[in-house]
C-alpha cells in the first residue's frame, strides 16, 4: 500500500528565515506530486504541482519554490519567510496521469511565522 | 475560473438527526468531484470521487450525489465520531478546486 510523510510536523520560523518541507511517497513510481497551503476557515489553495523529477509548475506567485529531486520526494523552499507564509502545508500525491486519479494527501505540517 | 462553493459553514446535529451538505460548482470541464473529510490538525482523507450526473457513492452512514451543477453528501443517523470537516472539490484538467468546507459538530 501507498503511504505519504510530510515532516516537520510542526515547525515555528522567524520572519525572514528560509524554510525547507518534505514530502515522501512509500509504494509507487512516478506520482504526481502536489503542494497546498490551507489557512483557517479556508479552502485548499494549490501552490506547486509535479508530473515528473525536475518538473515543477507553480499556481501562485510567491516567495516560496519547489523542488522534486527524486521521484517520490517533493520539497517545499523558502529563502525568507514572510508572516503571510504561516499556515498549513499539505502534500498530496496521485497515481499517474489517467485524468481522473484522486488525490492523496499526507498529514500536513503546521507553520507558524513570527 | 473554477468555483466552488460549499454550505453550510458549519452544522451542528443531534445523534441520529440526519441531514445533508451541499456543494455547488462551475467549472468548463468537470472530470470529478471530490469528497473529502478533515480532522482537527490532520490532512484530508478521501471520501469519494463522482464523475458525471447522477452517479451515487455510499460508504457507512454518508452517501454522496451529483447534479450537474451541485453534489450533496447525506450523513444518515450521525454519531459523534462523523464530527469533521467536510471538504468537496472539483478537478479540471489536473487541478483540484476546494470549497472552504462545512464543519459538523455531531453532539451525543
Known amino acids: 500500500s501507498q503511504t505519504i510523510h510530510q515532516w516537520p510536523a510542526t515547525l515555528v520560523q522567524p520572519v525572514g528565515s528560509p524554510l525547507s518541507l518534505e514530502c515522501t511517497v512509500e509504494g509507487t513510481s512516478n506520482p504526481n506530486l502536489y503542494w497546498y497551503r490551507q489557512a483557517a476557515g479556508r479552502g485548499l489553495q494549490l501552490l506547486f504541482y509535479?508530473?515528473?523529477?525536475?518538473?515543477i509548475s507553480s499556481e501562485v506567485p510567491q516567495n516560496l519554490s519547489a523542488s522534486r529531486p527524486q521521484d517520490r520526494q517533493f520539497i517545499l523552499s523558502s529563502k525568507k519567510l514572510l508572516l503571510s507564509d504561516s499556515g498549513f502545508y499539505l502534500c498530496a500525491w496521485a497515481p499517474g496521469t489517467s485524468g481522473k486519479e484522486t488525490q492523496y494527501f499526507g498529514p500536513g505540517t503546521r507553520l507558524l511565522v513570527l | 475560473e473554477d468555483q466552488v462553493t460549499q454550505s453550510p459553514e458549519a452544522l451542528r446535529l443531534q445523534e441520529g438527526e440526519s441531514s445533508s451538505l451541499n456543494c455547488s460548482y462551475t467549472v468548463s470541464g468537470l472530470r470529478g468531484l471530490f469528497w473529502y473529510r478533515q480532522d482537527p490538525g490532520k490532512g484530508p482523507e478521501f471520501l469519494f470521487t463522482l464523475y458525471s450526473a447522477g452517479e451515487e457513492k455510499e460508504k457507512e452512514r454518508l452517501k454522496a450525489t451529483l447534479t450537474k451543477k451541485e453534489s450533496f453528501l447525506h450523513i444518515t443517523a450521525p454519531k459523534p465520531e462523523d464530527s469533521a470537516t467536510y471538504l468537496c472539490a472539483v478537478r479540471d484538467d489536473y487541478k483540484l478546486s476546494f470549497g472552504a468546507g462545512t464543519t459538523v459538530t455531531v453532539r451525543a
Open positions: 509535479s508530473v515528473g523529477i525536475g518538473q
